[in-house]
């Protein structure tokens, strides 16, 4: 009865230490084995088997948030045997920065890094999350206290791109990839964001007064150019009008020229067939002419009388004698 009973003792122990030596490892994690407090080996993921009590998983310090009843996040730390692979994402607090032109401002930072050497991550450096964050405060610390309060305003990208830069190259020998940094939030204290604000509505209003000035300025070049293109247009028209008027008074002077050089024509021709002066008769007919004119006047009781009667007399002996030829 008693070999039985240590029978199944030792089979019990048997039992007890082969389901210890069972260990499941889940994707995407790992698992560092120390024998006899010495590194021994990484188990990947699946169904793996240890020496229990000689074989003994490392654990290594986790990061985690948990939310209070009012809504604040608190920071944890955690011990934990198995290493997450994954990426991870760390969500800091808000910090107080300073900024080169001496403003106080709060910035909230996300982190996003991968553990790409399980052994590095567990053996060259204690608490690994704690140390990343502290390394990203007093990075963020360093680059934007050589930035002014607008520059980090307006600088996100190239603030993310140098602290990943950094903080990659720093966290290289633990094992770690840091792949971005994103600035979630930029805070400035609120006298700093009333005057920013003032800046801004004053520059807003600059900018329309600007736009204004510039759109009255180009409604007076295009009024100024309506005018001159109406006067320039209205001068051309009274410059054609008066060429048209021009010459057709000078065809009509031309047409009544050659009607009187035909007429005259006309006449001196009948009068050299009768052996008359035609200037005579010419010089006489002016004279009727005008001398009528001078008294058609309704109440002209006025006598003119020639200055040379003879001249006359002598050209009305001209008219008298060619009506006598005819």
Same mark, same amino acid.
């Given at each position: 009865?008693?070999? $039985?009973?240590?029978?199944?003792?030792?089979?019990?122990? =048997?039992? $007890?230490?082969?389901?210890?030596?069972?260990?499941?490892?889940?994707?995407?994690?790992?698992?560092?084995?120390?024998?006899?407090?010495?590194?021994?080996?990484?188990?990947?993921?699946?169904?793996? $088997?240890?020496?229990?009590?000689?074989?003994?998983?490392?654990?290594?310090?986790?990061r985690y948030i948990v939310e209070s009843l009012d809504e604040q996040k608190?920071?944890?730390?955690?011990?934990?045997?198995?290493?997450?692979?994954?990426?991870? =994402?760390?969500?800091?607090?808000?910090?107080? =920065?300073?900024?080169?032109?001496?403003?106080?401002?709060?910035?909230?930072?996300?982190?996003?890094?991968?553990?790409?050497?399980?052994?590095?991550?567990?053996?060259?450096?204690?608490?690994?999350?704690?140390?990343?964050?502290?390394?990203?405060?007093?990075?963020?610390?360093?680059?934007?206290?050589?930035?002014?309060?607008?520059?980090?305003?307006?600088?996100?990208?190239?603030?993310?791109?140098?602290?990943?830069?950094i903080l990659d190259d720093a966290t290289n020998k633990w094992g770690v990839k840091v792949n971005r940094?994103?600035?979630?939030?930029?805070?400035p204290p609120a006298d700093i964001m009333q005057a920013m604000e003032k800046q801004m509505r004053a520059e807003r209003d600059r900018r329309a007064s600007v736009l204004e000035a510039e759109g009255q300025k180009s409604a007076k070049i295009l009024e100024a150019e309506g005018i001159k293109e109406s006067e320039v247009t209205k001068a051309e028209g009274e410059k054609k009008s008066d060429i048209l008027k021009a010459e057709g008074h000078a065809q009509a002077r031309i047409l009544t020229a050659e009607a009187e050089a035909e007429a005259i024509k006309l006449?001196?021709?009948?009068?050299?067939?009768?052996?008359?002066?035609?200037?005579?008769?010419?010089i006489a007919t002016k004279y009727i002419e005008t001398l009528q004119k001078m008294v058609s006047g309704k109440d002209n009781k006025t006598i003119y009388m020639p200055f040379e009667a003879t001249g006359v007399l002598s050209s009305l002996g001209g008219i008298k004698e060619m009506l006598n030829q005819k």
């Open positions: 009865m008693g070999l $039985i009973i240590i029978a199944g003792a030792i089979a019990v122990f =048997v039992l $007890i230490f082969a389901i210890s030596g069972f260990k499941i490892v889940q994707q995407s994690e790992v698992v560092i084995i120390e024998r006899l407090g010495k590194y021994s080996r990484t188990l990947n993921s699946g169904i793996n $088997i240890i020496w229990p009590v000689i074989d003994k998983p490392r654990d290594i310090t986790w608190q920071i944890r730390f955690k011990q934990k045997s198995k290493i997450d692979l994954r990426e991870t =994402v760390y969500d800091f607090p808000k910090q107080n =920065v300073i900024t080169k032109d001496n403003v106080n401002i709060q910035i909230n930072a996300l982190l996003y890094f991968q553990i790409m050497d399980p052994v590095k991550a567990v053996y060259e450096i204690e608490n690994l999350p704690d140390a990343i964050e502290k390394l990203t405060q007093t990075t963020l610390r360093n680059v934007i206290g050589e930035l002014e309060l607008d520059q980090s305003l307006s600088s996100r990208d190239t603030i993310n791109t140098k602290l990943r830069s940094v994103e600035l979630q939030d930029i805070s006449v001196t021709n009948a009068i050299n067939t009768k052996n008359g002066d035609p200037i005579n008769y010419l």
